[in-house]
């Protein structure tokens, strides 16, 4: 809990010491929770009695012959749950004395709703002044949409994102994974870390931080936005072709797809040797990449066809022979086989008391001295709940009556 000395041996992470409360469900709160947790807080997840995180019900696939949603599993390792009845007054007061002793809360309910229950930044940090307090919502908590409700698949459309993905003669495109609550849950971790970083430099100090998808969308859009604000003319869907650099694409091979990647003039020349097109390099309609953006109709044809000649292995090894960046389009199996992957610790796996076995990504954060671990399972629901009300100080007859009463 707040100001608990950290493990001396450094082995549960940079935030060993640091606890959460983690009242967040379906994907950008938890994959927040749960890089706190990998980083080595102890993150304690809230739930409803009734079901908790919709996410453990988001099945097919499930784990094994489990019932464990692999969506679930996928973004709450590391953590302990604990079922709280935030409808009834006994939950809220429980949930108060959670926030009393925890260095950050992480929600992300409705605009208003934790007002409406009196577990609002400006309430909580009347009894824990250094409580920072960090709120994720669709739209933000102020201007004319705050009450809306979001999803990813919206926000991609909304934010940008979909105008810039997919084949130009195609529809717009889902990115594959729910990229815009994933890269909130990023901002959520970084915002979180800051204000801890600020407490500990400051006044001690906690404060409030309010993360929405549709900021995140806009600002994950980079250097797409700076294109129209440099011309004007919003940028437009390229497929696996890039606007500002040439070559820098997916191309077709004779039995499926690469990636090959030339952004500097030097790569260039190593490319047009591999292909054996050294008069493409003495060309001057492409000698540096602006000459090669201004007449990328003149040369992607002349390289889509030279390509096409060429199995995705062989292309792929001629390139990296001329020390070319290219890769074949690997699939999640490819992927965490991939010996680099492994060598890494970046597949990884932990015992869950139903589920067996779980194979998942590893942490990418590596660190020399506090390591970020898996150390938990991603728990099941209301698994750590007499053990957590016990930390504050109920007996085994409270707990009980608490769960007669359908508090937890």
């Known amino acids: ?92 007061d429980l949930f108060r004395d959670l926030a009393e002793k925890a260095d950050v809360l992480l929600h992300n309910f409705r605009v208003g709703r934790m007002e409406k229950w009196g577990l609002d930044y ?37 934010g940008g994102l979909m105008s810039i993905t997919g084949p130009p003669d195609g529809p ?21 870390l800051s204000a ?37 003319e919003p940028p437009v869907r390229r497929g696996g072709k890039m606007r500002t650099i040439v070559p820098y694409q997916v191309f077709e091979t004779a039995d499926g797809y690469a990636v090959v990647a030339v952004p500097s003039n030097n790569l260039w020349s190593k490319f047009c040797a591999a292909l054996d097109r050294e008069d493409l390099a003495d060309d001057e309609r492409f000698a540096t990449n602006a000459d090669r953006v201004e007449h990328r109709d003149v040369l992607e044809p002349i390289l889509e066809d030279e390509v096409a000649e060429y199995a995705t292995d062989e292309l792929v090894s001629l390139m990296r022979d001329h020390g070319v960046p290219a890769t074949p389009i690997n699939d999640m199996a490819d992927v965490y086989d991939h010996p680099q992957v492994r060598a890494r610790g970046m597949r990884t796996s932990v015992e869950h008391p139903t589920a067996g076995t779980v194979e998942m990504p590893g942490v990418p954060m590596h660190f ?41």
Not at 172 to 192: E, K, L, N
Not at 197 to 222: C, H, M, W, Y
Not at 371 to 377: D, G, L, N
């Open 196 to 232: 801890l970083l600020d407490r500990e430099l400051g006044d001690g100090g906690g404060q409030k931080i309010d993360v929405s998808l549709l900021d995140a969308a806009a600002a994950f859009n980079t250097y797409a936005a700076m294109y129209y604000f440099a011309t004007g």
């Open 1 to 92: 809990m707040t100001g608990e000395a950290r493990d001396p041996s450094g082995d549960t992470g940079p935030l060993d010491g640091v606890t959460v409360l983690d009242a967040s469900r379906v994907l950008a709160g938890p994959f927040c929770g749960m890089q706190l947790a990998d980083l080595g807080a102890d993150v304690v997840k809230v739930e409803r009695p009734d079901g908790g995180d919709q996410t453990r019900g988001w099945r097919p696939p499930a784990y094994g012959d489990s019932d464990v949603a692999a969506y679930y599993l996928s973004i709450n390792r590391n953590k302990r749950s604990v079922t709280l009845n935030l409808a009834s007054e006994d939950g809220r």
């Open 368 to 408: 020399s001295r506090t390591p970020a671990t898996v150390r938990r399972h991603p728990p099941e629901l209301g698994e750590h709940t007499d053990e957590v009300l016990r930390e504050l100080g109920f007996d085994a007859d409270a707990i009980e009556r608490f769960r007669d009463e359908d508090v937890v």
């Open 122 to 158: 400006e309430t909580l940090g009347e009894v824990n002044p250094e409580l920072v307090y960090c709120a994720i919502s669709g739209y933000g908590e102020w201007g004319p949409d705050r009450d809306r409700p979001a999803y990813d698949i919206v926000l991609q459309g909304e």
């Open 172 to 192: 717009p495109v889902r990115v594959g994974v729910a990229v815009t609550d994933i890269v909130t849950g990023f901002y959520a971790t970084q915002s979180i």
